[in-house]
């Protein structure tokens, strides 16, 4: 089943191909579907990792804050933070539907300038490392049929806003057996970030991040947090996390839609066990699902972070 994000992927390729047969013909048709394929590269697929081009980098943070989203003062006090977290009973979602929620630092919403609309396609969270400039999303946002050159993260998004600047990927990494046959026990990948005009910045410093977790304990008490494509803020829904069989976990909870793939899957406060993917490409109507945490994450993460 294609959801979260697969299905506005596998949908807008229909679309355009359609189009292309009736109004441009084949040599049209060739044309437009070359520039979308131009937006992948092959990377190393044996290794599972791909290093960006400093300038396809600087292009695509152009093209993001050239009409998509503009650059704003962060809030004094950030909303979402993790005192504020810490503060509040954990209790589950009631009724177990998802609902808007105040944006917070360290989750945000990815972006693809050039391929085909403005909407946001999936959602990253901030996760610690030596280098302060790591984010972790969902295999599948970030590869399909090669590597995506065109992503831009943006931290704490909000009504078009970008309270912590536009960051593009120095590295992505993902499990080789997901560029292998995209097995979706393996749907998980890391990016190692920079933002463009800032040298030297570091990603947590302005947001916080979020601890990463793996062989998580379920059942766990949990949430859920994702932008969906069309919103301006995020979602986010509270139940119990559990074990769908040796190598997926499970959250149910309703009308968790398209472009949250890659939302984490938080327990306490900022502990993250999980990103919306793999099974069913992160889920349906009912249920969100998570790759399990395992030592091939944590292997993932080291090799991506350096450490």
Known sequence: ????DHRRALRGAVLMGVWCALVLGSAGCAWQLGGLAGQVADGDPAQGTYVQDPGLGDSTAAAVLDGIVREVPAPEAPEGTVAAEDSVPWRASEPLVARTAAPEPAIGALFSPGDGDSD?????SVVHSPG???????????????????LAFVPGY???????????PERIDVDPRWTEDFDPDHDVAF?????????????????????????PELPAPARVVGYPNDAERPLDCRNTARAAGPTQLRLDCADVPDGTSGGPVLTGAHTLIGVIGGRDGGGDE????????????LALYERSSGG
Request: proline content about 4%; aromatic content about 10%.
């Open 1 to 4: 089943m294609f959801t979260k």
């Open 158 to 168: 909000r009504d078009g806003g970008a309270p912590y600047g536009v960051w593009v």
């Open 286 to 297: 009912e249920t969100s699902y998570s790759s399990y945490f395992d030592a091939g994450v």
């Open 191 to 215: 990016l190692r970030l920079r933002r463009p005009g800032h040298p030297g910045a570091r990603l947590e410093d302005l947001t916080g991040a979020q601890t990463l977790r793996v062989r």
């Open 120 to 124: 946001h396609h999936c959602s990253a």
């Open 132 to 150: 302060g400039n790591l984010i972790a999303t969902a295999a599948h946002c970030v590869h399909q049929g090669g590597f995506r050159t065109n």
